[in-house]
């Protein structure tokens, strides 16, 4: 499902090299809900921007559902950023004067595409994330967490095979927070879709199924959350402490 291979990226910040990822190998096989930790700056982020096509590597290779991201063409990437993948910020970033339901038909209408299957698709989507009642509000009279939820909802519309998450409930607060994860959960489990989600939250990655650790720019190690008997989230910090140690 999800491959890279010794992937090396860098910025130029003022006269000197950042190197964001040094080298970085992972590989996930099935579908479900993974999450990607790390420090601030060790360059989950990148990977993520990378594995969407919002950036490209320097060096290495990186495949998603089959298709070699690293090779793409710009056109080629804008395809599949609006087709293959979906793709959740922190930000909302919803369109403040269209309805829930317009900002989750957004894709389509970029697309020109507005058939009645795309319509079903959105109202079937507002309903499994609890935005029914929601539908005909703009984003100025809707919470934090269900404006989340309707990113969550556009980015499903084109039925993606993976959902990349960065830091989405970063602007929430805890019960908002939560339920964000809850709804990823449910995307993963009853969409079957691969839901890839960056975060420093352990609370967060406790949902997930398998969490990949990042540090300086490589990849440090997993953690199975089944494996290790369903950790809380201070078991996932001490884990994650762990293998950021023993890699420096």
Known sequence: MIRCVDVHK????????VH???????????SGFFAIMGRSGSGKSTLLHLLAAMDTPDSGELFVAGKA???????????????????????F???PTMTARENVLLPGLLAGDSGAG?????????????LSDRRSHRPEAMSGGEQQRVA???????RPAVVFADEPTGNLDTASSTL??????????EEGVTVIMVTHEPEAARHCDRIYVVGDGVMVGEIDTAEEGGLDAGGIATRTQHLLGASE
């Open 93 to 95: 970033n919803l369109i």
């Open 152 to 158: 969550i909802a556009r980015a499903l519309l084109y």
């Open 118 to 130: 795309l319509q079903r698709r959105a109202d079937e989507l507002i309903e499994m994330l609890g």
């Open 20 to 30: 964001a990822l040094r080298g970085l190998s992972m590989e996930i096989v099935d």
């Open 69 to 91: 991201v690293h090779l793409m063409s710009e056109r080629e990437a804008t395809g599949y950023r609006r087709r293959d993948i979906g793709v959740v910020f922190q930000a």
């Open 180 to 189: 964000v994860w809850s709804m990823l959960r449910r995307v993963a489990d």
């Open 10 to 17: 860098s910025f130029i910040v003022g006269d000197r090299a």
